[in-house]
């Protein structure tokens, strides 16, 4: 990178947050930091925009802003909050915004961005899932580059580059299996939080962990990546890869397979994005092959983790769908956290809710918000009875 890009995180005090701030970091002299976001974390946000001399920081929880301000007071860093601000803030222009907000929270302000026709490397998979047709749609229209930041998909990216998708056979995403990969039914029936959240191989936030626990995670790339690359769902498939070695692999008519190999380590896909179409060092520690010794590969096991199975139905099924698995998710997750269900619940829970609400397809922000808001109450209904 040889000159100066301006940047606006929302997510900042997150998982990836932490990443790309770290990156930013070791590069400090090619960025300028416009925006940065949190949902509250007011004195960590704080400590943050003052550090990177952002020109904004912004708290999606209003409740929040007073202990912005007070921590922000004479430092020239503007605070704001509450859903507005945040939407207002992502819609200043820079050359990349990354969007990762968890959850539906980030749908309105990853919209916002966007519409301003740059660049947006998107790291909130629940964006694509609840409202793929309707963010493809804004970006086609706004001519916005959209890059990934996942790793799985991050990697299919990197796979496909210069290459024409119509000579694709298979895009496969690899899945680490989570912590509870090779246990039994009622070992997982038993499983606590504290061991969902504990992954193998990956440093994630809680709600992310336990979605990797019950394999919906992959489920919801797998939606995911029907929405970023334009190939038939039956052409996207799931394998099993403890490891975290190959993060993904995209095989083409002719044999070949591409895949892309890294550490697992949320810096590689995001220094690709914040880089993009060029590379910038990391200071990720680099594969050793001969120290890992074997790469290993299984079937996905749809009997014990149903999730990636709900998903793939989802994505046929269309329309509201795949947001109504979204929602409901997210309310059966919170609920295992906070000690209501047990884990092998959250996907039935979401299994009822897509038995129970079945909404048409989307054609605007406030239809997949409604049809969110309306799956939450729903599966918060089912929860009292569960």
């Not at 810096?267 to 001969?290: E, F, G, H, N, Q």
Request: charged share 20%.
């Amino acid at each position: 990178m040889s000159e100066t890009r301006s940047i606006s995180l929302l997510g900042a005090t997150g998982s990836i947050g932490d990443s790309t701030l770290d990156l930013i970091r070791n590069d400090r002299a090619n960025w300028t930091v416009r925006t940065l976001s949190a949902n509250c974390s007011a004195e960590k946000l704080a400590k943050l925009a003052i550090e990177f001399e952002a020109e904004i920081a912004v708290v999606g929880d209003e409740a929040c802003l007073p202990e912005l301000k007070q921590h922000l007071a004479g430092t020239g860093v503007e605070a704001a909050g509450g859903r507005e601000a945040l939407c207002d803030a992502a819609a200043r222009s820079v050359d990349i915004t990354v969007a990762a907000i968890v959850g539906c929270a980030g749908l309105a302000p990853t919209m916002r961005a966007i519409e301003q026709g740059n660049t947006v490397a998107l790291a909130n998979k629940e964006a694509l899932v609840s409202a793929g047709e309707v963010m493809t749609r804004l970006v086609a229209k706004h001519g916005t580059t959209l890059l990934p930041v996942d790793s799985e998909h991050n990697a299919i990216f990197q796979c496909l580059a210069g290459n024409n998708i119509d000579d694709v056979r298979w895009i496969t995403l690899t899945a680490s299996g989570g912590p509870f990969r090779t246990k039994t039914w009622e070992e997982l029936d038993a499983a606590t939080p504290s061991q969902a959240v504990a992954h193998p191989n990956w440093d994630m936030g809680a709600k992310i962990s336990v979605d990797s626990a019950t394999m919906m995670n992959k489920g919801l790339e797998f939606i995911e990546a029907f929405h970023l690359f334009p190939v038939e769902l039956d052409r996207l498939r799931i394998i099993v890869h403890p490891q975290s070695v190959i993060h993904s692999m995209v095989e083409y008519r002719d044999g070949s397979t591409l895949a892309q190999l890294g550490p697992s380590d949320m810096r590689v896909p995001i220094a690709s994005t914040l880089a993009y179409p060029a590379r910038m060092d990391t200071s990720c520690k680099p594969l050793d092959l001969a120290n890992i010794g074997e790469l290993s590969f299984f079937a996905p096991d749809e009997e014990r983790f149903p999730a990636t199975r709900l998903a793939r139905e989802s994505a046929h099924a269309g329309g509201g769908t795949p947001a109504v698995l979204n929602a409901a998710n997210e309310v059966a997750v919170a609920a295992f956290l906070a000690g209501q269900i047990r884990f092998t619940q959250i996907s039935a829970l979401s299994a009822r809710t897509l038995d129970n609400y079945a909404p048409p397809a989307p054609q605007t922000l406030d239809d997949v918000l409604a049809v969110d808001a309306e799956a939450r109450a729903r599966a918060g209904e089912m929860l009292e009875i569960a």
